[in-house]
């Protein structure tokens, strides 16, 4: 199974802040990757698909990029309700792995 | 609208068995692959398995792979998974997710997710 990593694994902002995640897989995986966002207590909510895609609905600030085996996720601007752990996934190949997390919280 | 509602979780021995349900309403079943996702207490997020829209194409996370069987009825619009030899490892909130299809024609992006159903394996 392809496995991916997220650095940081946590890390403190304050709004306004440009924020940035990066998920790392230890295969290529072309462009095959999401991004989902997770409060406590709530469900994973999609941001980014095919790596660099905005999901409908979601905020300008969120912006993915990367391809092959490295890639970020960028908040522009971080908002408090920004505040929350974000996962990276992998759809290139069976089976299906997300990334460790990344908590973002409020400094 | 779309929606997800899962059912049947709840406390089971290690070794014993469970099924629990996604009912999806809000959009034509048959068009989407569906996947489950669980998350242990305080952890992260773990893919378990996936099923096409037809439900001829399986695929499992190699945790689950011989243990846990994925189905559904599309007359009924729900989707199961079936879960046998069950080990206090396999506690968690179990999602439920749409997989719609990407612009490469894969049926792999979980766009609408459920609000579980907790499993717990304890003696």
């Known amino acids: 199974a392809i496995q991916l990593t997220q650095s940081p694994s946590s890390l403190s902002a304050s709004v306004g802040d440009r924020v940035t995640i990066t998920c790392r897989a230890n295969?290529?995986?072309?462009?095959?990757l999401a991004w989902y966002q997770q409060k406590p207590g709530k469900t994973p909510k999609l941001l980014i698909y095919?790596?660099?895609s905005l999901e409908s609905g979601v905020p300008s600030r969120f912006s993915g990029s990367g391809s092959g085996t490295d890639f970020t996720l960028t908040i522009s601007s971080l908002q408090p309700e920004d505040f929350a752990t974000y996962y990276c996934?992998?759809?290139?190949?069976?089976?299906?792995?997300f990334g460790p997390g990344t908590k973002v919280d409020i400094k | 609208e779309v929606q997800l509602l899962e059912s049947g979780g709840g406390l089971v021995q290690p070794g014993g068995s469970l099924r629990v349900s996604c009912a999806a309403s809000?959009?034509?079943?048959?068009?989407?692959?569906m996947t489950w996702v669980r998350q242990a207490p305080g952890k992260g997020l773990d893919w378990v398995s996936a099923?096409?829209?037809?439900?001829?194409?399986?695929y499992y996370a190699d945790s689950v792979e011989g243990r846990f069987t994925i189905s559904r009825d599309n007359s009924k619009n729900t989707l199961y998974l079936q879960m046998n030899s069950l080990r206090a490892e396999d506690t968690a909130v179990y999602y439920c997710?749409?997989?719609?299809?990407?612009?490469?024609?894969?049926?792999?992006?979980?766009?609408?997710w459920g609000q579980g159903t907790l499993v717990t394996v304890s003696s």
């Open positions: 099923l096409s829209g037809s439900g001829d194409n399986t």
């Open positions: 095919d790596a660099s």
């Open positions: 809000g959009f034509t079943f048959t068009s989407y692959a």
């Open positions: 996934q992998q759809f290139n190949s069976y089976p299906l792995t």
């Open positions: 295969q290529g995986i072309s462009s095959a």
């Open positions: 997710a749409r997989a719609r299809k990407n612009p490469s024609g894969w049926y792999r992006i979980n766009d609408y």
